[in-house]
């Protein structure tokens, strides 16, 4: 199927002002005023009200599902199709996290499999919270390397209860491995690191890249928002060169521990002055979402949502004002250009055609193309996921 979008405003993630989009198969075949092609297989769309933007790239979902601090009965639910695509998101990066005896890398990758089928697309990471890292090969360089979906390790815990306590020189080495693996395959063998609620925040990366050889764009540090104390760490994190990521799904307890609203501190570290090359949100999306008390006793759970991405992004320009092209690009180019994924996060000719529709008067969604295929019109899914109307 071949698509012509007519006169949408273009925020790719640069504004451009009104354009037509060519879309064929599954890239984007040209971008520029007044494209004109007919035939019986090209379907024109009139987008003059609406707002062109990349699709939504989410660096962090636990799409198979995620282990439950509460016990077995908590383990959360996996993710289906409808809830990436209804909220514009057309590339998931998935992860193991607390929890990798019941939920696998195996099962992680059947799940990329599926939803990849299904009509989006898909990468993970290796490892998990703890250190060693559990892999499906034995070497973290060789998942990288030899298995196609995997593009990093993560999440890999630190200051945090739950994880393994690692040393810096556990987390350099990890790194290195990291690192080859993504050179030698061309990937950006990131290292996704959760960062806990502990006093030492991000002390640990800043040990590694001062005893090291690793660069700090090697780590790509989420949770950040977590407090105000973590959220000045991270913004010191930025200046000795690494990105960091803001956590979208929250609850109203979380946030009155004092967790501060991705939007809210993305737009703070805007007015510090950080680029917004370093600066992402992502959903953790069908996660669980404990809350702790003091002696690190569980207290309260609720689970990730992957629409909660879609919602911060609104928040960010419509109660912080954030430019719509800083909006845009912390959840579409920014997080492509730090995990490589190269065909990702930017509409330009050549990429891969991923792309929402936004209605220009309220940023709802109205269409979105997953791979050159429309997935959602006027706001509903024309594509559903395997098992998701089944009574």
């Given at each position: 199927m071949i698509y012509l979008l007519k006169g949408a405003d273009v925020y790719a993630p640069q504004h451009l002002g009104p354009q037509d989009i060519l879309l064929s198969g599954q890239q984007i075949l040209k971008i520029a005023p007044n494209i004109t092609l007919n035939g019986d297989d090209v379907v024109t769309i009139d987008a003059t009200q609406c707002l062109a933007v990349p699709g939504f790239v989410d660096s962090l979902v636990h799409f198979c599902g995620g282990g439950g601090e509460g016990g077995f009965h908590t383990r959360t639910p996996e993710m289906q199709l409808t809830e990436a695509t209804l909220a514009g998101v057309t590339t998931v990066i998935g992860a193991l996290g607390t929890d990798a005896t019941t939920r696998s890398h195996a099962d992680l990758l059947a799940k990329a499999k599926a939803l990849q089928t299904e009509g989006i697309s898909t990468y993970c990471y290796t490892g998990s919270y703890q250190l060693p890292p559990r892999t499906i090969s034995g070497s973290v360089t060789d998942d990288i390397m030899l298995i196609e979906k995997f593009i990093g390790i993560g999440e890999v815990a630190i200051a945090d209860h739950r994880s393994s306590q690692p040393s810096s020189l556990e987390l350099s080495r990890i790194a290195s491995q990291a690192r080859v693996g993504g050179m030698l395959s061309g990937k950006g063998g990131i290292v996704s690191i959760h960062v806990g609620d502990s006093h030492t925040m991000l002390s640990l990366l800043?040990?590694?890249?001062?005893?090291?050889?690793?660069?700090?764009?090697?780590?790509?540090?989420?949770?950040?928002?977590?407090?105000?104390?973590?959220?000045?760490?991270?913004?010191a994190w930025t200046k000795a060169g690494g990105a960091i990521d803001f956590t979208t799904s929250t609850s109203q307890q979380i946030i009155a521990q004092g967790e501060i609203p991705a939007a809210e501190a993305l737009a703070y570290c805007l007015r510090l002055g950080v680029?917004?090359?370093?600066?992402?949100?992502?959903?953790?999306?069908?996660?669980?979402?404990?809350?702790?008390?003091?002696?690190?006793?569980?207290?309260?759970?609720?689970?990730?949502?992957?629409n909660s991405l879609y919602h911060s992004f609104l928040e960010l320009i419509n109660q912080h004002h954030v430019a719509i092209e800083d909006a845009v690009a912390s959840i579409t180019a920014s997080p492509a250009t730090i995990l490589k994924l190269h065909n990702k996060g930017r509409l330009k000719a050549g990429n891969d055609a991923d792309l929402v529709l936004l209605n220009k008067q309220n940023l709802g969604i109205d269409k979105v193309f997953a791979m050159g295929k429309l997935v959602v019109d006027k706001g509903l899914p024309l594509v559903t996921g395997t098992f998701e109307n089944i009574p």
């Amino acid at each position: 199927m071949i698509y012509l979008l007519k006169g949408a405003d273009v925020y790719a993630p640069q504004h451009l002002g009104p354009q037509d989009i060519l879309l064929s198969g599954q890239q984007i075949l040209k971008i520029a005023p007044n494209i004109t092609l007919n035939g019986d297989d090209v379907v024109t769309i009139d987008a003059t009200q609406c707002l062109a933007v990349p699709g939504f790239v989410d660096s962090l979902v636990h799409f198979c599902g995620g282990g439950g601090e509460g016990g077995f009965h908590t383990r959360t639910p996996e993710m289906q199709l409808t809830e990436a695509t209804l909220a514009g998101v057309t590339t998931v990066i998935g992860a193991l996290g607390t929890d990798a005896t019941t939920r696998s890398h195996a099962d992680l990758l059947a799940k990329a499999k599926a939803l990849q089928t299904e009509g989006i697309s898909t990468y993970c990471y290796t490892g998990s919270y703890q250190l060693p890292p559990r892999t499906i090969s034995g070497s973290v360089t060789d998942d990288i390397m030899l298995i196609e979906k995997f593009i990093g390790i993560g999440e890999v815990a630190i200051a945090d209860h739950r994880s393994s306590q690692p040393s810096s020189l556990e987390l350099s080495r990890i790194a290195s491995q990291a690192r080859v693996g993504g050179m030698l395959s061309g990937k950006g063998g990131i290292v996704s690191i959760h960062v806990g609620d502990s006093h030492t925040m991000l002390s640990l990366l800043h040990e590694v890249i001062d005893t090291s050889d690793i660069p700090a764009s090697q780590f790509y540090p989420t949770h950040i928002n977590r407090n105000q104390a973590l959220l000045d760490a991270g913004v010191a994190w930025t200046k000795a060169g690494g990105a960091i990521d803001f956590t979208t799904s929250t609850s109203q307890q979380i946030i009155a521990q004092g967790e501060i609203p991705a939007a809210e501190a993305l737009a703070y570290c805007l007015r510090l002055g950080v680029n917004i090359s370093q600066l992402t949100m992502s959903s953790d999306g069908n996660a669980s979402l404990p809350v702790f008390n003091q002696q690190g006793e569980l207290c309260g759970l609720e689970v990730g949502k992957v629409n909660s991405l879609y919602h911060s992004f609104l928040e960010l320009i419509n109660q912080h004002h954030v430019a719509i092209e800083d909006a845009v690009a912390s959840i579409t180019a920014s997080p492509a250009t730090i995990l490589k994924l190269h065909n990702k996060g930017r509409l330009k000719a050549g990429n891969d055609a991923d792309l929402v529709l936004l209605n220009k008067q309220n940023l709802g969604i109205d269409k979105v193309f997953a791979m050159g295929k429309l997935v959602v019109d006027k706001g509903l899914p024309l594509v559903t996921g395997t098992f998701e109307n089944i009574p």
